[in-house]
């Protein structure tokens, strides 16, 4: 079996308070027999959400590893056509995925991934109050409005965070409807075969029919005069 190789998605280094890498999405071919890792860099005390679809292929299957920078393995499956999974908290380092289609000698695999980060709940509870106390100092008692800083901060996060799911949800279900659509198409393959094929046996059978009965009817006695 070939060698599998590796592709580097992101490198992460910096102390543990800044912000996490952006979130990624990779769709790629995986060869029958071969198995791809991918290398994720990830800061620590942070969440880290890996979610996988086998949208292409026959079977949809595909087995899925996801070790943590210090060589533990996290997840383990086998034969799976999706799956998703959490890693909270995370260690500063290179998360390692792994996707193997060496069970199967015939058909390659369309697989889709997306990575998605979230920063430490305490650093953005932390940043909020800081900013918070900013704004507190800077604005003048005169200039106080009615809703507060805090809940106009908090609203607008609420905001964001459900802008991004919302994102992250549409990205799943367009990865969902590539792969009903290549198994529609498969199955659409699969039954023009057969139909041509079960059209090819009626066009002999009914020539055989009609050779048979002419055969039946013929005379076949010589004639003397």
Known sequence: ??????????????????????????????PAGRRECFYQGAPGNASLEAEYQVIGGAGLDVDFSLESPSGLLLVSEYRRSDGAHTVEPTEAGDYKL???????????????????FDSAQE??????????????????PEDTLDVKIEDIKESIETMRSRLERSIQMQ?????????DRNLQESNLGRVNFWSAVNLGVLVVVA?????????LFEDKRTVRT
């Open 123 to 140: 650093d953005e509870e932390e940043e909020e109050e800081e900013e918070g106390d900013a704004w507190v100092e800077a604005a003048e």
């Open 98 to 116: 792994c996707f193997d289609n060496s069970f199967s000698t015939i058909s390659e695999k369309l697989v889709f991934f997306e990575l998605i």
């Open 1 to 30: 079996m070939a060698a599998p190789w590796l592709w580097l998605l992101a490198l992460w280094a910096g102390p543990a308070a800044a912000p996490p890498p952006p979130d990624a999405e990779v769709t790629f071919v995986l």
């Open 207 to 215: 020539f055989l029919q009609v050779y048979m009965l002419k055969s």
């Open 171 to 179: 990205t799943l279900l367009r990865a969902f409807e590539a792969r």
